[in-house]
């Protein structure tokens, strides 16, 4: 693994080359086989992540902890700061340059954008950005890469990928795309008018002469995709609740809807989903959340060892 990660803070996927991508699925992959084989070991030893969300999760904060855990490591749980010093109004430098005196990373989920790259300024410990509104969340997009790349194998240029849901508000999509976009996939873009990707990424994708297209109905590409990466529309970045009750039952897929999609694909979702996928069709070989939940314990080991300076 590249040496230059230790003690950086992971904010963006744009810090990432291809190279980088590569040694990450090498290591998660490792990661995996640590788990499977033996389920602990003691590279992270004596080490300490502090955990600081201040937007609710469930897969995202205790898969930081269980990787952790799993590594031999510790962690300091600051899932609900509504306990801690932030409802006094403590700034978000002051705590995290707290958590930084006593802790060796800290991992970040914070409700502003930019939010993580402003504590990584503040603070000399390795910050992950765990999600920062509606801006990115890098080690989702890596644990989803990882789950195409063990359907697709490593050379995924010319896939298909439908994002469909919420791709103004999901920070998810947001940092995948901008993953998948350095291997030469083909995006289908499918959303309500009111929730399509940011302007600024489409201006991104087509200056990079990205091969992409802009729908409101699935099933104008429901037969072409590899992957469907289906998202929730994200009800708590609405400041009027007519607007979400007009969007927030947009699309559902139902076991009708993967009777036309293709035999090889996969179907996504970062979770939570409210009702976008019917519970029918989780046991479909080609439902792959339940492989994308597990994947992202063994990526935030990767990536945990990664900026610890341990592989
Ligand atoms: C997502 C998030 O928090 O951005 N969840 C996750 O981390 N797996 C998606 C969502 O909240 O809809």
């Not at 590249?2 to 291809?18: A, E, L, P, Y």
């Not at 509504?82 to 990373?105: A, F, I, M, P």
């Not at 930019?114 to 509606?134: F, L, R, T, Y």
């Amino acid at each position: 693994m590249n040496s230059s990660w230790i003690g950086k803070s992971i904010v963006s996927i744009d810090q990432f080359t291809m190279d980088d991508i590569g040694d990450i699925m090498d290591l998660t992959e490792n990661m995996r086989n640590i788990v499977v084989r033996r389920g602990t070991c003691d590279l992270l030893k004596g080490q300490i992540l502090a955990n600081l969300f201040y937007e609710p999760s469930t897969r995202t904060a205790s898969s930081f902890m269980a990787a952790m855990q799993r590594l031999g490591g510790t962690v300091i749980p600051i899932n609900e700061v509504q306990y801690s010093s932030v409802s006094k109004g403590e700034t978000l430098v002051d705590t995290v340059r707290t958590l930084s005196l006593y802790s060796d990373c800290i991992a970040l989920r914070h409700h502003n954008v930019g939010s993580a790259a402003i504590a990584a300024a503040a603070c000399s410990k390795p910050i992950i950005n765990a999600g920062d509104g509606i801006g990115e969340h890098p080690t989702q997009a890596l644990l989803d890469f990882f789950t195409i790349v063990q359907k697709f194998g490593h050379n995924i240029s010319g896939l298909t990928v439908t994002m469909l849901g919420d791709l103004l508000h999901g920070r998810t999509v947001h940092s995948l795309v901008k993953l998948l976009t350095m291997y030469g996939v083909k995006f289908n873009f499918v959303s309500p008018a009111s929730l399509a990707l940011p302007q600024h990424m489409c201006d991104e994708l087509s200056g990079r002469r990205v091969k992409y297209s802009t729908h409101t109905s699935l099933d104008d590409v429901l037969r072409q995709s590899d992957v469907i990466y289906v998202t929730r529309v994200q009800k708590e970045r609405f400041t009027d609740e007519a607007a979400y009750e007009a969007v927030k039952d947009s699309y559902c897929i139902t076991p009708k809807t993967m009777s036309f999609a293709k035999h090889k694909m996969l179907l996504m979702h970062p979770f939570p989903r409210i009702n976008e996928i019917s519970p029918e069709i989780d046991d479909d070989p080609r439902a792959a959340y339940w492989s994308q939940i597990e994947n992202g314990m063994y990526v935030r080991m990767a990536l945990l060892a990664m900026v610890l300076g341990k592989v």
